[in-house]
């Protein structure tokens, strides 16, 4: 079946660290992932996406990493702020009509 | 203006009644879903909808009726509801196309009791 699951549920952190978020995902079929970040009585927002021809990319503040052999996808923050304590999910885009979402870390920013 | 909005935010009912969200974009989007986040955070997709018509049915008991009036609009409607149907609700929207994310409503928490 189809899967896309994370390796801790939480994960704290102090201000001014990097966080790494990891997630394991199942269908080698997968080509469009994406992170998402979701606040407390919110929906989940767009953080980053990656192409599975791309192994990297980065924007401000934010990288994520995708190896494909492995089937592994990371989220890494660097410089962590209070603002981005919230709860994290990869997702897995492999056809036009349905995203599947990972089970969630919950990032604690400690002061 | 809000994107993708739903309403109401909070619906608090008693079992066996019927009950409907509703989901507007103003993004000029193809493609809308709901999505069911239970208690413990975890999402998971109910129905997607193309240019009004529906393309992805992830096994979702028949009480669940979503209606798409137009492209723009996707309701939810749900007959009887049970007590396990308590979670929280999200409508999004995405362009058409392979490789796109989707644009997620703030949610409609509901509880049954």
């Known amino acids: 079946g189809e899967s896309v699951g994370l390796h801790l549920p939480t994960l704290s952190v102090q201000e001014g660290d990097n966080s790494i978020i990891n997630c394991a995902y199942s269908n080698s079929a997968s080509d469009y992932f994406i992170w998402y970040k979701q606040e407390s009585g919110k929906g989940p927002q767009f953080i980053i996406d990656i192409r599975s021809n791309m192994d990297k990319r980065q924007g401000q503040r934010v990288t994520v990493l995708l190896n494909k052999t492995v089937k592994h996808l990371s989220l890494q923050i660097a410089a962590t702020q209070p603002g981005d304590s919230a709860v994290y999910f990869c997702?897995?885009?492999?056809?036009?009509?349905?995203?599947?979402f990972g089970s969630g870390t919950r990032l604690l920013v400690r002061p | 203006d809000t994107a993708v909005s739903q309403t109401p935010k909070y619906l608090v009912t008693q079992m066996g009644n019927d009950k409907s969200i509703k989901c507007e974009q103003n993004l000029g989007h193809d493609t809308m879903y709901w999505y069911k986040q239970d208690s413990k955070k975890f999402l998971k997709i109910m129905f997607s909808y193309n240019n009004k018509e529906l393309i992805i049915n992830e096994t979702v008991p028949n009480r669940f009726s979503p209606k798409s009036p137009d492209k723009a609009h996707l309701n939810l409607h749900i007959n009887s509801l049970e007590l396990g149907d308590s979670a929280v609700y999200f409508c999004?929207?995405?362009?058409?196309?392979?490789?796109?994310?989707?644009?997620f409503g703030q949610g409609t928490r509901l509880t049954v009791v």
């Open positions: 997702a897995e885009n492999h056809s036009s009509y349905k995203l599947i």
């Open positions: 999004a929207s995405s362009p058409a196309g392979d490789d796109t994310e989707a644009f």
